[in-house]
């Protein structure tokens, strides 16, 4: 019982956090920006900050996640980072030859107050940028937001830096918003079968889900390419799948260029994949392939002949807010019961998402947002009456084991399982995949509790 210590009365906090269901800024703009093709994260901070950014993303991807850092020690803590910064630029472009370099902030010279834009524009001056080569960048300090902000920062820093005005064109922007590299594959080949052209930023297939071929590539074939990013500026729309995650580079592009966006939930589950398709079919004018229909079709299929083993099934969630209120949704057509939902990410705007996809079907849901509503208040809700099943990051494996609940791992972090930047979870055939995987669970489950007389061969 690693968690014995968790009691099942609550008590109001304020100003204490215990294992919080989220993580820091930097990550998030870390992972945005190796969405772009040839770049080169740059975490403006101490080491020991990228350190960490770097093997999260390791540990979750495992690939070797590369970023530079402008490595503070006392002397840049006390009269800050300009001169680290600027040796770095200069180094970095000589030394590694990226394309472009992304730097974010961290706590530390947030707390300085390094003025990022000013030190690109003296790297400019003494020419350590090279011709045709590019510095952008994005605030993200760490005491507010989370993950999710970091990667919304980074992906408008992108706009902001790249995009240009110009003749429209019919093509789509897409910002997929926090999903795997297998999702943003995905996201792909529906477009592609539809016939539809998009730019898809950030795009981190092909980069954290590289093929073994022998030789490594400091800079993998995938990412956005600098071209693309500008062109952003004249495509006929903007869709951002995850209103946390992307709509800020949305709204960036309408206001800018005037690129109407329109804003859906990340494309998980049944219905939220049909209004995805919906809306590339009413704004691209083509037609539903028959190909994606079988699709769909295959997936109510499973749905109608498993529905007996998904109803009234208990859920506890954790993650990001995007995920949450895509996957919730799903779960209350499959009608299970999430009854309990947290995310550290703040944001009011989360609650009245989450009670919309729940429909008033689940009256006894808590649903929580921000610094307080972390794995321990999960934890003291489970205690209080139990839940089938948890679906969120590894972090919840201490919960699952404690309380033997079964764990399917979703969202980010997972440090213990692959699979996760390999298969979509977002479309038709990612919504099949994780509702074997739901089924897997809740079926083990019950294979285990049988008594012998109701052990089933057949279920
Ligand atoms: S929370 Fe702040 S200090 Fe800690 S790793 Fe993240 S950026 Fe660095």
């Not at 947030?110 to 590019?134: H, L, M, N, V």
Request: hydrophobic share 40%; with cysteine; net charge neutral.
């Amino acid at each position: 019982m690693l968690l014995r210590h968790t009691t099942k009365e609550v008590k109001e906090r304020s100003a204490l956090t215990i294992n919080p269901a989220k993580t820091c800024q930097p990550i998030g703009a870390l992972y945005a920006a190796l969405g772009i093709h040839r770049c080169l994260p740059h975490s403006h901070g101490s080491q020991g900050c990228c350190a960490y950014h770097r093997s999260a993303l390791t540990r979750h991807y495992k690939e070797p996640v590369m970023a530079a850092t402008s490595s503070f020690t006392e002397g840049a803590s006390v009269f800050g980072g300009q001169s680290n910064l600027l040796q770095a630029i200069n180094n970095i472009f000589s030394v590694y030859e990226p394309d472009v370099i992304a730097v974010h902030t961290t706590c530390l010279s947030e707390t300085i107050g390094d003025d990022i834009t000013q030190i690109i524009a003296a790297a400019k001056d003494k020419k350590f940028i090279p011709e045709g080569k590019y510095v952008i960048h994005c605030n993200t300090p760490s005491y507010v937001g989370s993950h999710v902000t970091g990667f919304s920062n980074m992906v408008k820093g992108m706009v902001s830096y790249f995009a240009q005005s110009g003749p429209q064109t019919k093509t789509i922007n897409i910002i997929p918003g926090w999903v795997e590299p297998s999702d943003m594959r995905e996201i792909k080949r529906i477009c592609k079968m539809m016939g539809i052209k998009i730019i898809l930023f950030p795009d981190t297939s092909d980069v954290l889900d590289c093929p073994q071929t022998g030789t490594f590539e400091f800079y993998p074939k995938g990412g956005t390419t600098i071209d693309e990013l500008k062109l952003t500026g004249r495509s006929q729309m903007t869709l951002a799948l995850g209103r946390v995650a992307s709509l800020a580079a949305a709204r960036e592009l309408d206001a800018k260029y005037k690129v109407p966006c329109e804003t859906l939930e990340l494309p998980i589950g049944l219905r939220a994949t049909d209004r995805f398709v919906d809306m590339l079919r009413r704004t691209a004018r083509v037609d539903v392939p028959a190909s994606l229909e079988d699709e769909r079709g295959r997936l109510m299929d499973i749905i109608t002949d498993m529905h007996q083993y998904f109803y009234g099934k208990r859920v506890a969630l954790w993650g990001d807010p995007d995920q949450l209120v895509a996957i919730t949704e799903f779960l209350v057509d499959l009608d299970m019961r999430p009854v309990y939902i947290v995310t550290g990410t703040p944001g009011k705007k989360f609650l009245s998402r989450i009670e919309k996809v729940l429909q008033g079907k689940v009256p006894e849901a808590k649903v929580k947002e921000g610094a307080c509503a972390d794995m321990f208040l999960m934890h003291q809700w489970i205690k209080q009456e139990k839940v089938d099943l948890l679906i969120g990051n590894t972090y919840g494996k201490y919960i699952s084991r404690d309380e033997d609940i079964p764990l399917l791992r979703f969202g980010f972090p997972i440090l213990d399982r692959v699979g996760h930047s390999y298969f979509p979870s977002v479309g038709y055939s990612g919504a099949m995949r994780l509702l074997e995987k739901i089924l897997g669970l809740l079926m083990d489950r019950q294979d285990r509790d049988a008594k012998e007389e109701s052990f089933e061969l057949v279920m």
